[in-house]
């Protein structure tokens, strides 16, 4: 087969390293790719939001299967266009793309099928919200309703802050039209845990858990980012509660889309909130995404067993019930590392030295996010770091703390000083494995 993967992150990387290994996969394009990718795949010099380039490409090369990584291309309706022109395509519609495009929409979608979540309240009007969050109380949350890079949730621990969150989205346009509706919703306490599932419109076929670390500083300090490390299983998310996300959650919500003439093919990614109540820890839904995360993808292809692309394949043909799929049991832990400043302003175009060294750490793969190449003046190949994520550096052993202690081994064979890490990656997960001897 020809397959063609949209993006050039660290996801993406991930996607092509698990799709390049499968005996399916004849030729394999990334657009636009990384310095990492280049390994698996073909980069092409097309942006992952280029609509038409991306449906010209597919067209005139007769891509059997196009995997949309990320949100973007979905939100501008990527696989409806390839889908007019015959291509298929992983990922969902534009109008189904819309559980992660518009939080409004997604709580709408959860609140008439019955899907537990934080109540909530759509504004369009700053004064109005306001005065719902000053009669609510804090702490509160405050959200962008459209796509603002993981930077448009505010939680508000005071009413001041509710309301200058309100301010910005609303009167000063800090996410553009992104903000020009609000969800207010009540805060949430418990531990959070992502969960995904592959679904073909009608079935579901559950995958497994993940654990991100969105806080850029060991401790959970620091401003929030697109997610500094993760790790799968998570074992807060025992089976009895998979069962639960998927009969409460994801299920429901499969169902709801199909009435609502929008059905949700794709891979759908539960950002939840396990709940402490007086029966037991209960899954509540804090977001959709409608994509793989970012770095919980790295995490779960490198657990994955099964050929990826028959799960792809069938999510795309509405096969999922023909399916299976196999894990391997040991964990796998992933470390991001970052360019100086992110998730600010961060610096860009540093070199990366050790890169092959840090590759032959045992049980270690480091996928490739923010990178490119570009030739030193004795004509080799260097690698740059061009992105505020820029490595995932990616281990699996028998226990999390031993996948902690490889991949921070790898990290540490990386010669590259305006990068950094979080040291604690994993830290829940280790803590448990403590307790329990
Ligand atoms: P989102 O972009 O909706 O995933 O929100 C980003 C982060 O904000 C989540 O990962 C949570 O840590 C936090 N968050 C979002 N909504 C809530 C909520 N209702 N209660 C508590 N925390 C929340
Ligand atoms: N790591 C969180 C996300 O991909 O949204």
């Known amino acids: 087969m020809k397959i063609l993967v949209v993006g050039s992150g660290g996801r993406e990387h991930a996607l092509c390293w698990a799709i390049s290994a499968s005996p399916l996969c004849g030729t394999l394009w990334c657009a636009p790719g990384n310095a990492g990718i280049r390994d698996v795949a073909q980069c092409l010099d097309i942006k992952a939001d280029d609509v038409d380039g991306l449906v010209a490409f597919a067209t005139a090369n ?12 979905l939100v501008l309706g990527l696989v409806d266009r390839l889908n007019a022109a015959g291509i298929k395509a992983f990922g969902p519609s534009q109008e189904a793309a819309a559980l992660e495009g518009s939080k409004g929409f997604m709580k709408d979608i959860c609140a008439k099928y019955g899907v537990p979540t934080a109540a909530y309240r759509r504004f369009t009007d700053a ?34 802050e509710a309301h200058a969150a309100i301010d910005d989205a609303m009167l000063h346009g800090r996410f553009g039209s992104a903000g020009a509706e609000v969800v207010v919703e009540e805060f949430m306490d418990g531990e959070e845990a992502s969960f995904f599932a592959l679904c073909d419109g009608v079935h579901a076929l559950p995958l497994v858990g993940a654990q991100d670390h969105k806080r850029v500083f060991d401790h959970d300090q620091g401003p929030n980012t ?25 299920e429901p919500t499969v169902r709801g889309m199909a009435a609502e003439g929008k059905p949700f093919k794709g891979v759908l990614f539960a950002g939840l909130m396990i709940v402490a ?6 899954p509540r839904l804090i977001e959709f995404n409608a994509r793989f995360g ?7 292809m490198r657990r994955l067993k099964s050929d990826i692309v028959p799960l792809l394949l069938a999510t795309c043909d509405g096969q999922l019930d023909h399916v299976d799929v196999r894990w391997h049991d ?42 490119k190449v570009a030739k030193t003046p004795e004509g080799d190949d260097r690698v740059l770091a061009n992105g505020g994520r820029v490595l995932g550096v990616t281990a699996t052993a028998k226990t999390v703390a031993e996948a902690q202690a490889l991949a921070y081994q790898a990290v540490d064979r990386i010669r590259w000083p305006e990068g950094f890490c979080r040291r604690d990656i994993g830290w829940r997960a280790v803590e448990r494995e403590q307790k329990q001897g």
Do not use: W
Request: hydrophobic content about 45%.
């Open 62 to 73: 007769a891509v059997d299967l196009v995997v949309v990584g990320p949100e973007q291309p």
């Open 127 to 160: 004064a109005a919200a306001k005065a719902y969050v000053t009669e609510q109380g804090a702490p509160i949350v405050v959200k962008a309703d459209g796509l603002a890079a993981g930077k448009g949730v505010v939680i508000a621990m005071t009413l001041d």
């Open 226 to 250: 697109g997610g500094m490390g993760a790790y799968s299983p998570a074992p807060v998310l025992t089976p009895e509660l998979q069962d639960r996300v998927m009969r409460e959650i994801v």
């Open 277 to 282: 109540t007086p029966e037991g820890p209960k």
């Open 294 to 300: 970012d770095p919980e993808c790295q995490v779960l």
């Open 330 to 371: 040991d964990p796998a832990l992933c470390v991001v590392m970052a360019a100086e400043g992110y998730p600010g302003d961060y610096v860009k175009n540093t070199a990366i030295g050790g890169l092959d060294d840090a590759g032959k750490v045992d049980g270690v793969t480091v996928f490739h996010a923010g990178t």
